[in-house]
């Protein structure tokens, strides 16, 4: 169990001057469940295999427990890594495929059984020790690779969207018994994931990262509440928050409508969100809006909206507790009720209104 | 370590940029190794005999032995003679074998026939039998049919040997192309003419093409039925390159030479198409 | 990942009817299948046909004898002629060692190709450049240039460094062939291994290597595993081409002692100098029905092979 530290960590694409991974800064504290998040070719792959020693590093250093790893060999690293596809050994039967690294440490064959035993144990695959990979379903295959690292007891788990080849049902309940398992064995976990569900539901905290750049690194919550910058607040959430573009007085104008935004950004170009649980539906309120589409999930209502904002078409989604009686092709009103963020010319966030 | 050190490792960091160096130092070793004799040959084509015999190189390098060569006394086998059989009889048993195959291939992979596994068995079984056993009747009945010394029976034998091989290796190929795509085709009412040309052949065409040159490279090189069914005057490129060692004298440059030019033609379109010759190899006998 | 749909396309045709889907599939099969059978199997009967009787080329001989109906004659006497049990060893000797050397060889140049360095694709194809060649020229080669004792380069460089000339080929027959086939072979043994070891997905090998596997030990326990179908399919092709090696031995030693195999011993039996066409094609026959043997064996390596691809 350690810590981990990315210090100005970079990576190159092999042979340009592009980095992948451009000096990150992070660190994991022991025993946390990072999740690094960022859509594809954000290079949060590439940053967990930095970690893991699989990619090289061009610059900076990366600490595992407070030492210099940079230099050191994968095996020396004394972390254990779930791949995406899983990468089980194909000769090799489940309880060897486990055991695995032990057998290369020289751990003696009863220590051995028993470790593998006991890690069977824990996920349900005792039935399954002398079956050949081939012979397993995703799902099985899935916690035989996390087995095979659970049995290690190493410093770092490392797990590159281990989740992301499994059907959305088991999927879902796979990602709370990660998380239950997680929190008993108490190791520093770096997880990799592209679906921003998965990472606000697993992480004691949440890396967002962007063509190689940090964007925010924060507890969920507060990512959701308090984006840094345009990109996280448009990436963490779904549906997706409302974005409009608008310019800056003393108030900002949305739809034609003011909104009393207070202290501002003057004089500049600047974009305003505000998440779909923030626009009320009504038949009075300063937003004319006519209705598109309504998605009703059963326990809640996603109602699809067209404005007229300075002059074009913006499409605008609301959250409403059913029942909701409205049409696609009515005419309604919206208020904006709850916290509207405001995002300057470079897409930092400026300011929050709680309307 | 730089980048440009790191590519190539397979493993991650830590692979000393020792060891990396010393694995492709140790390539270049081999192969000039493993190249040596063909090398010294073609050097030895362009030497004097006195030299060539000696191993030295006091008189200098030229074509000489080359334009030797190509000059046919009365009597023997000239080179234009035996290169000119050797392309005809190549090309039209590759021609045929592809058209055969084909259609054989299409019958084993794409809609195969219940019993495609014995089927394919057999052929390959084929190849078991030694040539030296059938040499016999098969020179008793060329004989009787007046093809003795014709390009004729060599087409026939040459297709006989490199069906086999055709058909697998082309069943292997058809196997890739995707199933949804021949399904497409039949619902649109295709025959299997179309089918083949519209859709399978784009896709398989690399393929084909990697088992036509290795019908060529076992054509061109065969020896035994050329040697046997032909009269001394009348072969292909084999026994053109045996008719230059002569018992009179050691003729050593002078058979580098033929040796160079009997084999240069495969050679080089082996290394054209080695990377589809590769795939073909592979994918061909093992998918 | 092929489509095993083709199988649920297997036809249920009518027996018997000649328009049914079951011949409808059949036909296109039908053109090279008998071409095959017709050019391979018919000659094979008259083999036997020949094996039979005490037929000679009646030019040869002083004495001209009629050709008649002698039954298994030829056959009892094949078991006693010692000449014939040398030539089958000499042929399992030549076929093993040619066989496994290349193979291993080939293994090993796969290994040195299958990473990037400077000139990777030269120095294959330089190394595929013997299986390319004519055998004839390739034995004719290692006879002349390398082998000889009057200028051949091996004995050269012997010479240089202080010790006698060796007679290769008349020393040792079996070496020298044995040479020149690995020569040609090993490339062939080279790309099938190769193809092998670049199917390897790569994530295993680095989840080896993330659990504490050092080169040599990913190689032993995961590497050698998935090559083993590579490494058999390449010892069957390439067994059932050396097997039948002829050209290098008419080449390079003429058949002498040690190095005749068994189709150039029929072959010396019948067209190459004994003109005794009764007894070659029965050892013609005999050498058949080992090789039949064999490939009922052979048959068992290849269906595990089509298996893993049904399985795929």
């Known amino acids: 169990m350690a810590s981990v530290d990315y210090v100005v960590a970079t990576r190159f694409y092999p042979g340009t001057p592009n980095p992948a991974i451009n000096k990150l800064n992070l660190s994991v504290a022991d025993g946390e469940l990072l999740v690094l998040v960022g859509p594809s070719g954000s290079g949060k792959s590439t940053a967990l295999r930095m970690l893991a020693g699989l990619e090289p590093l061009d610059d900076g250093q990366i600490l595992i427990g407070g030492e210099d790893v940079s230099n050191v060999r994968p095996r020396e690293r004394d972390i254990a890594m779930v791949f995406q596809n899983y990468a089980l050994y194909p000769n090799l039967d489940v309880a060897q495929n486990m055991g695995f690294a032990l057998k290369q440490q020289g751990v003696p064959k009863q220590e051995r059984v028993q470790r593998v035993r006991e890690v069977a144990k824990l996920l349900d695959l005792e039935p399954y020790l002398g079956r050949k990979p081939r012979n397993l379903s995703g799902g099985q295959r899935q916690r035989v690779a996390m087995g095979r690292a659970i049995v290690r007891q190493p410093q770092v788990y490392l797990m590159d969207e281990p989740l992301s080849n499994l059907d959305a049902k088991l999927r879902v309940q796979t990602r709370a018994e990660l998380v239950e398992l997680q929190k008993r064995l108490a190791v520093t976990t770096v997880y990799v994931t592209h679906d921003q569900v998965e990472a606000m539901t697993m992480g004691h905290r949440v890396a967002v990262l962007r063509d190689g750049e940090l964007q925010q690194v924060e507890a969920p919550s507060t990512l959701y509440h308090e984006p840094a910058n345009l990109f996280v607040a448009g990436f963490i959430g779904s549906p997706a928050m409302n974005i409009l573009p608008v ?104 300011t929050t209104v709680t309307l | 370590m730089t980048d440009e050190e790191r590519r190539g490792t397979r493993l991650g960091i830590g692979e000393r940029r020792a060891v990396v160096a010393g694995i492709g130092a140790l390539a270049w070793l081999v192969g000039l190794l493993w190249i040596f004799p063909v090398a010294w040959t073609v050097f030895t084509s362009f030497k004097t005999e006195e030299d060539a015999a000696a191993q030295t190189l006091h008189q200098g390098l030229s074509f000489g032995r080359y334009s030797d060569v190509s000059h046919s006394t009365t009597g023997t086998l000239s080179l234009q003679s035996a290169f000119t059989n050797s392309l005809v009889v190549v090309a039209v048993s590759t021609v045929i074998v592809l058209l055969l195959a084909l259609p054989a291939a299409y019958a084993l992979a794409i809609r195969p026939i219940h019993k495609w596994r014995d089927v394919l068995f057999f052929f390959i079984s084929t190849k078991f039998l030694p040539v030296v056993a059938s040499i016999f009747p098969i020179y008793v009945y060329a004989e009787k049919w007046n093809l003795i010394g014709t390009r004729t029976v060599l087409i026939i034998l040459y297709i006989a040997i490199n069906l086999p091989l055709a058909v697998w290796m082309i069943r292997s190929f058809f196997r890739e192309v995707p199933r949804e795509l021949i399904e497409a085709a039949e619902i649109d009412g295709t025959n299997l003419f179309n089918q083949l040309r519209s859709v399978i052949l784009p896709i398989a065409a690399p393929g084909i093409a990697a088992t036509a040159l290795l019908c060529v490279i076992f054509a061109w090189n065969e020896y035994f039925y050329a040697l046997q069914l032909n009269f001394a005057s009348g072969s292909t490129m084999p026994q053109w390159v045996t008719s230059n060692v002569s018992t009179r004298g050691n003729f050593l440059a002078k058979l580098s030479a033929a040796s160079t030019i009997a084999c240069l033609p495969v050679v080089l379109a082996g290394w054209a198409a080695q990377k589809r010759m590769i795939r073909g190899l592979s994918m061909g006998a093992l998918k | 990942m092929t489509a095993t749909a083709a199988d649920a396309t297997l036809a249920r045709g009518k027996v018997g009817d000649p328009f049914s889907s079951a011949w409808r599939r059949r036909l296109p099969l039908l053109p090279a299948l008998l071409y095959v059978v017709a050019i391979t199997q018919l000659p094979f009967l008259v083999s036997i046909y020949y094996s039979l009787t005490n037929l000679k080329d009646k030019t040869q001989s002083l004495i001209p004898e009629p050709t008649k109906f002698v039954g298994v004659e030829n056959y009892r006497r094949i078991f006693s002629d010692p000449f014939f049990r040398q030539a089958m060893w000499t042929s399992v000797k030549m076929t093993v060692l040619s066989v496994v050397l290349s193979l291993i060889i080939g293994t090993l140049f796969a290994i040195l190709l299958d990473r990037r360095f400077f000139g990777q694709g030269f120095i294959r194809t330089l190394l595929i450049t013997p299986f390319l060649l004519m055998p004839v020229v390739a034995a004719l080669i290692w006879k002349q240039q390398m082998f000889s004792s009057l200028f051949g380069v091996l004995n050269k460089v012997l010479n240089f460094v202080g010790f006698n000339s060796v007679a290769f080929i008349s020393d040792h027959p079996l070496g020298s062939i044995v040479t020149v086939l690995v020569w040609q072979w090993t490339p062939f043994m080279m790309l099938i291994v190769l193809a092998g070891l670049q199917s390897q997905p790569s994530d295993v090998l680095e989840a080896a290597n993330v659990d504490g596997a050092n080169g040599l030990g990913i190689f032993r326990q995961l590497t050698l595993p998935h090559l083993r179908p590579y490494l058999e399919l390449g010892a069957l092709l390439g067994a059932i081409f050396i097997v039948q090696a002829f050209d290098a031995i008419d080449v390079m030693t003429g058949g002498g002692p040690g190095s005749t195999n068994i189709p150039y011993y029929v072959y010396q039996e019948s067209i190459g100098g004994g003109f005794r066409y009764g007894s070659a094609s029965a050892y013609a026959i005999v050498v058949v029905i080992f090789s039949i043997i064999i490939a009922t064996f052979a048959l068992r390596v290849l269906s595990s092979l089509f298996k893993d691809e049904e399985r795929a």
């Open chain 1, 247 to 350: 310019s800056v007085d003393r108030s900002i104008k949305v739809a034609g409508a003011e909104i009393g935004i207070g202290e501002a950004v003057s004089g500049e170009r600047a974009t305003i969100g505000f998440r779909p649980e923030t626009v009320t539906i009504g038949d009075e309120g300063p937003i004319p809006a006519r209705i598109r589409l309504v998605e009703d999930l059963g326990s809640e209502v996603f109602v699809h909206l067209v404005i007229d904002h300075e002059g074009e078409e913006r499409r605008i989604v609301a959250k409403v507790d059913p029942p909701f009686a409205g049409q696609p092709d009515e005419n309604v009103r919206l208020t904006l009720r709850g916290k509207v963020h405001l995002f300057d010319a470079t897409e930092a966030r400026r």
